[in-house]
């Protein structure tokens, strides 16, 4: 198929545009590069830095490569931040997404699939949390999130023929196993690269935010996927997809390991001691976030590979031991 990567620069949309390529796709990339990288998308990949905002010049692209399905992973997606400039979120998230889909319309593209995210569960009210959990989003980048869905369902309603597959992802994590490709955010906000930051001297060291949660260990409980995993679900997704289809699923490993189980992990696998401190809660962190994702092992047939959580790690590891500086100093890619 010829395919759209919107954000192909960023961490997720990157290991897409591989895994589609490899699968035989022809991929083009769209990305502003506010914090997707250049370096990130192979040179021979067709690459347009086009802001989400400017609706003609995508339709124009959509026209011209011929598209015929869009895998949407372009966004922003720090909480804090959102809480700090709410209207960012909205403009880049949703309004960003209105007009990639008005594009769509405007050239006759059905086929979409969609990132969405765990924060639009909010503090779930079970555990694990199925697709048919309530969704209650507790800041504006879950919200920014939970709009779209809203409005593909509206969309998909309207337009008898658009199809959309919506994956919230729980926490991804990993880097494609021959380290060449990783998770470069800047601030990096997540958990597995800073305590590898820690470990690798980058950080003076890791905190862990909060002890007091009712979880065993006192820390917080997250399902983490490899992103490997979780790309090789949107190409079940995008390849099955039929007119007028619409589906939701979680992506999650469906296994939950606590910050301090995450830190032994990382200490294992890097055989280094990891400076850490214990410090208060981070606001918005709920105590567990676990999913439930059989829904998308029996409909799509996905079969997380990645199932060892220090199988994950080591990945991550490769990528940052071997790019410290994330994609500064990187050549670009061939
Ligand atoms: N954590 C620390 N220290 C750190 C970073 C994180 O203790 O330096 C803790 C957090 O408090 C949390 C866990 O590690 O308990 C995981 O935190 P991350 O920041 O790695 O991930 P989140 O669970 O906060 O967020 C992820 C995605 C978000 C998404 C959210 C769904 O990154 O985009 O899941 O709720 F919104």
């Known amino acids: 198929m010829n395919i759209l ?31 997707g990288r250049r370096e990130a998308i192979p040179n021979d990949v067709p690459f347009y830095k086009i802001d989400l905002a400017e609706t003609e010049a995508i339709a124009q692209l ?21 809480v700090q400039k709410p209207l960012l979120y909205y403009k880049n998230n949703t309004a ?26 909010g503090e779930p009210e079970e555990t694990p949390i199925y697709e048919t959990t309530a969704q209650k989003p507790i800041n504006p980048y879950g919200w920014s999130k939970w709009c779209v869905e809203q409005i593909l369902r509206n969309e998909a309603y309207a337009d008898r023929d658009f199809a959309f597959t919506i994956f919230r992802y729980f926490n991804v994590a990993g880097a494609t196993a021959d380290g060449s490709i990783g998770e470069s955010h800047d601030p990096e906000t997540h958990l597995i690269p800073n305590i590898l930051f820690a470990a690798m001297g980058k950080k003076e060291k ?39 289809e619409t589906r939701y699923y979680n992506l999650g490993s469906g296994s939950g390991y606590s910050v301090k189980e995450m ?18 809660r981070r606001e918005g ?14 409909e799509l047939g996905w079969k997380p590979q990645y199932t060892d959580m220090a199988a994950i790690i080591e990945t991550a590891w490769r990528w940052h031991a071997t790019h410290p500086a994330g994609y500064e100093k990187t050549k670009r890619r061939q």
Do not use: W
């Open 5 to 35: 990567v919107t954000g192909g620069g960023g961490y997720i949309g990157s290991h897409a545009v591989r895994q589609l390529r490899e699968a035989g796709h022809a991929v083009v990339v769209l990305d502003n590069l506010v914090t």
């Open 62 to 82: 959509l026209a011209n490569r011929r598209i015929e399905g869009v895998m949407h992973f372009a966004a922003l997606i720090q909480v804090g931040e959102s």
């Open 96 to 121: 960003g997404a209105i007009s990639l889909l008005t594009a769509m319309r405007q050239t006759g593209v059905k086929k979409f699939v969609f990132s969405s995210t765990a924060a639009t569960y």
């Open 206 to 244: 890791i905190s862990v935010f909060g002890t007091d949660y009712p979880t065993p260990d006192g820390t917080c409980i997250r399902d983490y996927v490899h992103v490997d995993d979780l790309v090789a679900a949107h190409l079940f997704a995008m390849t099955a997809m039929k007119s007028g």
């Open 263 to 280: 830190l032994d992990a990382a200490k294992t696998v890097t055989k280094r001691e990891i400076p850490t401190e214990y410090v208060a």
């Open 285 to 298: 962190d709920p105590a567990i976030l676990l999913a439930n994702s059989d829904k998308a092992k029996k």
